[in-house]
C-alpha cells in the first residue's frame, strides 16, 4: 500500500536546472572523470565518453525526467504507475527501486570522497600546500588515508549535513546555492586550467586529452566509459526521476536536459584540463587513481599566487558541488520512505543517513587498508582489490548501464508513444531522432558493450 503524497513542486523551471545540474556536476566531473581518463589511455577513452553521453545519455536523462514527471512519486512507484497506465506489467518498477538502491550504494563511498574534499578546506586555508614539493603534497594525502579517525570524522560531518538538507525539505536553500555555485565554480576552474596551461606541461594534456590512440582502449574501458555517462549526469540512480517528479507541466523536458548535459560535459573536460597539465609537468603519474586530483591541484595552489586562497575556494566550492549531488542520491529513497511509512522528512532523512554511514564504513576501511575491507576476485570483467572498488564497480559499470537499459525499454518499448511524445511536447522530427535512438540505438548499444565483456559477442 502506498499513501498518496504531494510532495511539491520546483518554484520555476529555472529551479529545476538548477538542481539537477547540481546534482549532475560533482565529484563525478573533477574527481571521477580525470582519474579514470588516466587510467584508460586518454583521448580514445573521451571519444567514447562524448559518444555515451550523446546517445545513450541524453535520451535516458529525457526518458527519466518524464517518468518522474508523469508519474510524480518517488521511482519505484512512479514507473509502477505508468505501467498501469500502459496496461503492462507492474513488475517494471524494478527499474525505479533498482535506481533507488543505486543511489544509496553511490553514496555510501561519494560522502567519505566528499569528506576529503571538505577536510582539504582547512588543509589549503592553513597554508600547508605552500611551496610544498609533489612529495610533501602525496604525503599529506597518504596521511589522510592512514586515518581512520580522520575519514570517519569527515565521513560523519558530510552525511549529517546531507541528512539536515534532505530532512528540511528541497526548495530551502538549494536553489540558491546552486545558483551562484555553478558559475563561480565554472570561472574558478578556469583560472585553474589557465594556470595550468601556463605553467603546466599543456602540449602533453592536449596530446592526452584529444588524440585518441584507440590500441590504449580495451573492453573494459569502454564499459567504464559507459558506465561514467551514467553516473556523471545522475541517470539511473533515482535522482533525475525524483527530481522530475517536482518539474512544472509546463516545463520543456528536452531543452532542460540538453543545459544540464551540456554543463555537464563542458566542467568534466575542463577539470581535465585544469589536472593534466600539472600531473605532467610534474612527472605525476596519470594512472594514480583516486588521489589524482588531491595530489595534482595542490602542488599548483602550493605554487601560485595567492594559491592558498584560490585553493580554500576551490575545495569549498568541490564540497558544495559534492553536497548538491549527495541530496539527490538519498532524495528519492527519503520521498520512498515519506510514501511507504508515511514518515516525516525529518525522521525518514535520520534513517537513511544512519544506514547510509554504517555501509560507508567499507570504503573509509577500504582507503585505510584494513584487512577485513580487502577483496581479491574479478566481478563482471573487472578485478576488485576492496569494497570501494567493488561498490563503485558494481554501481557505476553494472547497476546504472542495465537501469538505463531497461528505462529505455520501458519508455521506448512498454509506454504508448503518443503518451511519450505528449510529455516531451517536441515537434515531430526532433521526438522521431529521438525515440528512433532511445528505442534502438541505446539498448543496443549497452547490450552489445555487455555481451563483449562477458565474451558472447565479439568484434
Ligand atoms: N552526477 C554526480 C557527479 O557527477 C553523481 C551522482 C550520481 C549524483 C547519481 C546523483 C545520482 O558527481
Ligand atoms: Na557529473
Known amino acids: ?110 560522502a567519505v570522497i566528499a569528506g576529503w574534499a571538505v577536510s582539504y578546506i582547512f588543509e589549503a586555508g592553513s597554508g600547508s600546500f605552500v611551496g610544498a614539493s609533489p612529495e610533501k603534497i602525496q604525503g599529506i594525502f597518504n596521511d589522510l588515508l592512514a586515518s581512520p579517525g580522520k575519514l570517519v570524522a569527515w565521513t560523519t560531518v558530510v552525511l549529517g549535513i546531507t541528512g539536515i538538507i534532505v530532512g528540511k525539505g528541497l526548495k530551502d536553500g538549494l536553489e540558491k546555492a546552486v545558483t551562484y555555485l555553478m558559475p563561480s565554480m565554472f570561472v574558478l576552474l578556469l583560472i585553474i586550467a589557465g594556470y595550468a596551461a601556463i605553467n603546466g606541461d599543456f602540449g602533453a594534456t592536449i596530446q592526452f586529452m584529444f588524440y585518441p590512440d584507440f590500441s590504449k582502449l580495451t573492453y573494459s574501458g569502454v564499459l567504464i566509459a559507459l558506465g561514467h555517462a551514467f553516473f556523471t549526469l545522475s541517470l539511473a540512480s533515482g535522482a533525475m526521476m525524483i527530481y522530475g517528479a517536482y518539474l512544472p507541466q509546463k516545463t520543456s523536458i528536452s531543452q532542460s536536459v540538453m543545459a544540464i548535459a551540456i554543463a555537464d560535459t563542458v566542467i568534466a573536460l575542463i577539470a581535465g584540463i585544469a589536472i593534466y597539465p600539472i600531473v605532467f609537468g610534474n612527472g605525476l603519474e596519470a594512472t594514480a587513481g583516486p588521489g589524482l586530483v588531491f595530489v595534482s591541484l595542490p602542488i599548483a595552489f602550493g ?37 511507504r511509512l508515511a514518515l516525516e522528512r525529518g525522521k525518514a532523512a535520520l534513517i537513511a543517513v544512519l544506514s547510509l554511514w554504517l555501509v560507508s564504513m567499507l570504503t573509509v576501511f577500504s582507503f585505510t587498508g584494513a584487512e577485513w575491507a580487502k577483496l581479491d576476485f574479478v566481478f563482471v570483467g573487472k578485478h576488485v582489490n576492496n569494497y570501494f572498488e567493488l561498490i563503485d564497480h558494481l554501481t557505476a559499470d553494472v547497476l546504472l548501464p542495465l537501469g538505463g537499459l531497461a528505462t529505455a525499454i520501458f519508455v521506448a518499448w512498454v509506454m504508448k508513444r503518443d503518451v511519450v511524445q505528449e510529455e516531451l511536447n517536441l515537434s515531430d522530427g526532433k521526438f522521431g531522432i529521438w525515440y528512433v535512438t532511445l528505442r534502438w540505438f541505446t539498448p543496443i548499444a549497452i547490450l552489445f558493450v555487455f555481451l563483449n565483456l562477458i565474451g558472447i559477442v565479439s568484434f
Open 303 to 339: 605554487q601560485m599566487w595567492g594559491g592558498t586562497i584560490f585553493g580554500t575556494i576551490f575545495f569549498v566550492m568541490l564540497g558544495f558541488a559534492a553536497f548538491t549531488s549527495a541530496i539527490a542520491m538519498v532524495e528519492s529513497a527519503v520521498a520512498w520512505l515519506v510514501e
Open 1 to 110: 500500500m502506498t499513501t498518496s503524497v504531494d510532495h511539491g513542486q520546483w518554484s520555476s523551471r529555472l529551479a529545476f536546472i538548477l538542481a539537477a545540474t547540481g546534482s549532475a556536476v560533482g565529484l563525478g566531473n573533477i574527481w571521477k572523470f580525470p582519474y579514470i581518463m588516466g587510467e584508460n589511455g586518454g583521448g580514445a577513452f573521451v571519444i567514447v565518453y562524448l559518444l555515451c553521453i550523446l546517445s545513450i545519455g541524453i535520451p535516458v536523462m529525457m526518458a527519466e525526467v518524464l517518468i518522474g514527471r508523469r508519474g510524480r512519486q518517488s521511482p519505484g512507484n512512479s514507473v509502477r504507475t505508468l505501467a498501469l497506465e500502459a496496461c503492462a506489467n507492474t513488475k517494471w518498477s524494478v527499474v525505479g527501486w533498482v535506481g533507488i538502491l543505486a543511489g544509496f550504494l553511490i553514496l555510501s563511498f561519494y
